[in-house]
């Protein structure tokens, strides 16, 4: 059985207890064993000097390489995240791969950034999406489904921390190799 392991790569000190929560999260909804993964290792190389960001696909392929070695690992930083084709992100996966990425950089803006409880929310969320899709799930059109789409922190907000009915036998499916 796939394990999924959760890895602060953030500059600031980490917040065990919100990580610990990402864990529990993300092991009951993929019915997947997960637990904190400790390294001093962090992805320096992935940052753009001229955007001021970390490049999300270069820090996948680190995790990779500087990861546990099995399972899935997700990366959870505070660094600005980017990919070349848009401005921003919260995250990135390799879809049915083993690495996923998220930033809490932008997770504290906008409406009700109520400090930490809308955070650790909203980084929940975006945990199970880019695992979601590590797991191969793409994204969703059901309203509220953890796995639609999310440009801005209002649509985090708007999801629940769940997969839809339709994920969640997709999901199945996939992990017994169905189509």
């Known amino acids: ?20 929560h990402v864990a529990a999260r993300l092991s009951a909804a993929f019915r997947t064993p997960a637990a904190l993964w400790e390294s001093p290792e962090r992805p320096r190389h992935a940052y753009d000097a001229r955007r001021r960001q970390h490049a999300s696909g270069a820090i ?82 059901t309203p509220h489904c953890v796995m639609s789409r999310s440009a801005g922190v209002k649509d985090v907000d708007a999801k629940d921390p769940a997969l839809c009915p339709e994920c969640r036998a997709r999901l199945e499916e996939l992990k017994v190799g169905g189509p």
């Open 60 to 141: 996948l392929r680190w995790l990779l390489e500087a990861g546990p070695g099995a399972g899935k690992v997700l990366g959870v930083t505070d660094r600005d995240l980017f990919i070349p084709i848009l401005t921003y992100v919260f995250g990135e996966a390799q879809l049915g791969g083993a690495a996923a990425v998220v930033s809490t950089a932008r997770l504290v803006e906008g409406p009700d950034a109520a400090g930490r409880p809308r955070l650790v929310e909203r980084l929940e969320k975006e945990a199970l999406h880019e695992v979601g899709h590590a797991f191969g799930l793409l994204h969703c059109g």
């Open 1 to 20: 059985m796939a394990r999924i392991f959760i890895w602060w790569i953030g500059e600031a000190e980490a917040d065990r207890a919100a990580l610990e």
